[in-house]
């Protein structure tokens, strides 16, 4: 082999050794842009990742707050209710108590009355302006009601009078006068 040719075959030899490396070279700088590509990626992806998840906690922390808020207004709500139902309660039994207690107290006082009328007064002692009914003024409209059974018309008429002089109750007018007409011979 003459010079020219060695020369030839060692330029092609060269020629091919450089676009052998500059082919290494472009294949390895394109893996490395894969690899940086890659990594930018991977990057992206625990970014995205780690936003959602700091959103979602961030969410799940606002819920949990909303619904401990929620809880406080129906514990106090509740805590309204039940003193609200427990002062009821007790004015309820209170006032029943009361009633009852009133109710005895009028009922010995009507059996003190009922008792008193029966008797006859002392000798010399009117039991009222001509009337057939003892403490007639102090008696309320149905306590005198109740103590016009067995009267006469007449009795009936007498305290209808008084009544109109004296306090003038219209219920216990209307009841005196049906009084009257039922005793009354038609």
């Known amino acids: 082999?003459?010079?020219?040719?060695?020369?030839r075959i060692n330029d092609a030899t060269e020629r091919f050794t450089d676009a052998l490396v500059q082919e290494y070279r472009a294949l390895s700088e394109r893996g490395v842009a894969a690899q940086e590509a890659s990594a930018h990626l991977a990057?992206?992806?625990?970014?995205e990742v780690s936003d959602n998840l700091r959103n979602q906690t961030e969410e799940a922390r606002r819920m949990?707050?909303?619904?401990?808020?929620?809880?406080?207004?129906?514990?106090?709500?509740?805590?309204?209710?039940?003193?609200?139902?427990?002062?009821?309660y007790t004015e309820f039994l209170g006032s029943m108590f009361t009633f009852y207690r009133g109710s005895v107290e009028?009922?010995?006082?009507?059996?003190?009355?009922?008792?008193?009328?029966?008797?006859?007064?002392?000798?010399?002692q009117k039991t009222g302006?001509?009337?057939?009914?003892?403490?007639?003024?102090?008696?309320?409209?149905?306590?005198?009601?109740?103590?016009?059974e067995g009267l006469s018309v007449e009795e009936i008429r007498r305290l209808r009078e008084h009544e109109t002089q004296t306090k003038n109750r219209r219920t216990l007018l209307e009841r005196l006068d049906h009084r009257i007409e039922a005793g009354s011979p038609t």
């Open 129 to 148: 302006p001509d009337l057939p009914i003892a403490d007639y003024d102090s008696l309320n409209a149905n306590e005198v009601i109740e103590r016009t």
């Open 64 to 88: 949990t707050q909303k619904l401990a808020d929620q809880q406080q207004r129906a514990q106090e709500a509740t805590r309204a209710l039940t003193q609200a139902s427990i002062g009821a």
């Open 43 to 47: 990057q992206e992806f625990f970014n």
């Open 106 to 124: 009028a009922a010995e006082r009507s059996a003190e009355e009922a008792k008193s009328s029966t008797q006859a007064p002392p000798e010399g």
């Open 1 to 7: 082999m003459d010079q020219h040719q060695q020369q």
